[in-house]
């Protein structure tokens, strides 16, 4: 194939999970090529750098080869690489574990007793 709408290679190689949901980032210009936002109705070329910007970070994507038809994960690796760089990645990580405790799922909620432990713990009044 030589001609593909970026929401539809955006679906086939598995960056989102319905066409629908490509078009939309699109539209919302949440997909850019060069700085540009595109429209869902952009052809694809071989080698394009593909901004898509996930707050808080943008991926970067490159175009390793066409493809209009979804396909399995372990196939769709050799038509797109991710290229994004290591300061936004580290930025993501960053994120992740800011805020949140890590807790056991099978322990459940934390009681009142728990969480007045919890904030003593943490010097919260």
């Given at each position: ?36 936002s595109i429209k869902p ?85």
């Amino acid at each position: 194939m030589d001609k593909v709408r970026i929401d539809k290679w955006l679906w086939a190689v598995r960056i989102f999970k319905t066409r629908s949901m490509a078009s939309e980032a699109c539209k919302k210009g949440k997909v850019t090529i060069n700085g540009v936002s595109i429209k869902p109705s952009r052809e694809v070329r071989l080698n394009e750098l593909i901004d898509l910007r996930v707050p808080p970070i943008t991926r970067t994507y490159k175009v390793l080869d066409i493809s209009g038809k979804r396909m399995g994960a372990k196939l769709a690796v050799d038509f797109v690489k991710d290229v994004t760089a290591q300061d936004q990645l580290d930025l993501l990580d960053a994120t992740k574990t800011f805020g949140f405790e890590k807790r056991d799922r099978s322990i459940g909620r934390p009681t009142k007793h728990d969480r007045r432990m919890i904030d003593k713990l943490k010097d919260i009044n």
